[in-house]
T-cell receptor, first 112, second 115 residues
Framework: SQQGEEDPQALSIQEGENATMNCSYKTSINNLQWYRQNSGRGLVHLILIRSNEREKHSGRLRVTLDTSKKSSSLLITASRAADTASYFCATDAREYGNKLVFGAGTILRVKS | EPEVTQTPSHQVTQMGQEVILRCVPISNHLYFYWYRQILGQKVEFLVSFYNNEISEKSEIFDDQFSVERPDGSNFTLKIRSTKLEDSAMYFC?????????????FGPGTRLTVL
């Protein structure tokens, strides 16, 4: 299966609720990055977490990394309608050189 | 805040024609990349470029593709003879350091439609 797989595939929540998205990967990594993509638009970088880090925060975003389980989660707290987008994790596995390998993404819909 | 820019935002071309997609990476960045995203599918790596040469390329990046940094600011992707299956969103990205240690910043993309 693919490096960097997100779940769920789709998530629908009410404004104000928290949204959690998960990412699993197969090989050792140097870092893991989360990106957001609004429909038909470019990729916006959210957070980079290095393999020696366990947790990182940026505003309403919290990312965790568990290298023993080869998984990461992205938590968006107090979601807003503007958070509606696709969210992707991307890994730069050591075997893959300096390219990013993206998962299929989680489509998040925040209802107001 | 500095950003990666891409032109055009949308390119329509006939099968067999050559297209050049243009990117202006962030000015002090040293590593440049092209990715593509076929509609509804994952973002896929095409090629990385450093010090005026390709450092890595995927199996997608065959002889029909080439990249160039013609001057100090532009980074281009050329598709020599487009096929229908080349229709996709093409993203340029850049990073200050090698991607394994640094954030890759993406441009807004060029939507390529091959008819």
């Amino acid at each position: 299966s693919q490096q960097g797989e997100e779940d769920p595939q789709a998530l629908s929540i009410q404004e104000g609720e928290n949204a959690t998205m998960n990412c699993s990967y197969k090989t050792s990594i140097n870092n893991l990055q989360w990106y957001r993509q609004n429909s038909g638009r470019g990729l916006v970088h959210l957070i980079l977490i290095r393999s020696n880090e366990r947790e990182k925060h940026s505003g309403r975003l919290r990312v965790t990394l568990d290298t023993s389980k080869k998984s990461s989660s992205l938590l968006i707290t107090a979601s807003r309608a503007a958070d509606t987008a696709s969210y992707f994790c991307a890994t730069d596995a050591r075997e893959y050189g300096n390219k990013l390998v993206f998962g299929a993404g989680t489509i998040l819909r925040v209802k107001s | 805040e500095p950003e990666v820019t891409q032109t055009p935002s949308h390119q329509v071309t006939q099968m067999g024609q050559e297209v050049i997609l243009r990117c202006v990476p962030i000015s002090n960045h040293l590593y440049f990349y092209w990715y593509r995203q076929i509609l509804g599918q994952k973002v896929e790596f095409l090629v990385s470029f450093y010090n005026n040469e390709i450092s890595e390329k995927s199996e997608i990046f065959d002889d029909q593709f080439s990249v160039e940094r013609p001057d100090g600011s532009n980074f281009t992707l050329k598709i020599r003879s487009t096929k229908l299956e080349d229709s996709a969103m093409y993203f340029c990205a850049s990073s200050l350091l090698a991607g394994v240690t640094d954030t890759q910043y993406f441009g807004p993309g060029t939507r390529l439609t091959v008819l």
